[in-house]
């Protein structure tokens, strides 16, 4: 069993940034693939971007390929999505997830509103 808390979300202004951070419980974590994943009001939940158990690679969406990068810290069970260059399309709720591959979840936090203005 894995839990998952984001944190760093906010309100920020159109190509503002801001970094989500992740923190998981559990000695495991570093078994995991862990991934964020962003739903907007009226839409379906949808993949951002993911990262091995190692940190060897990531996958991103193309939507935010260039922009956000994830990262993790297997020692501070912490997973990091920086996010530069906002737009207001990627104005939603964002959830960390862990799963035995990239975008597999099986375990899923509670989500963090990122807000961004034009």
């Known amino acids: 069993q894995v839990q998952l808390v984001e944190s760093g979300g906010g309100m920020v202004q159109a190509g503002g940034s801001l970094r989500l951070s992740c923190a998981a419980s559990g000695r495991t974590f570093s078994r995991y693939a862990m991934g964020w994943f962003r739903q907007a009001p009226g839409k379906e939940r949808e993949f951002v971007a993911a990262i091995k158990w190692n940190g060897g690679s990531t996958y991103s969406s193309d939507s935010v390929k260039g922009r956000f990068t994830i990262s993790r810290d297997n020692a501070e069970n912490t997973v990091y999505l920086q996010m530069n260059s906002l737009k207001p399309e990627d104005t939603a709720v964002y959830y960390c997830?862990?799963?035995?591959?990239?975008?597999?979840?099986?375990?899923w936090g509670q989500g963090t509103q990122v807000t961004v203005s034009s």
């Open positions: 997830a862990a799963g035995l591959a990239p975008q597999t979840p099986l375990y």
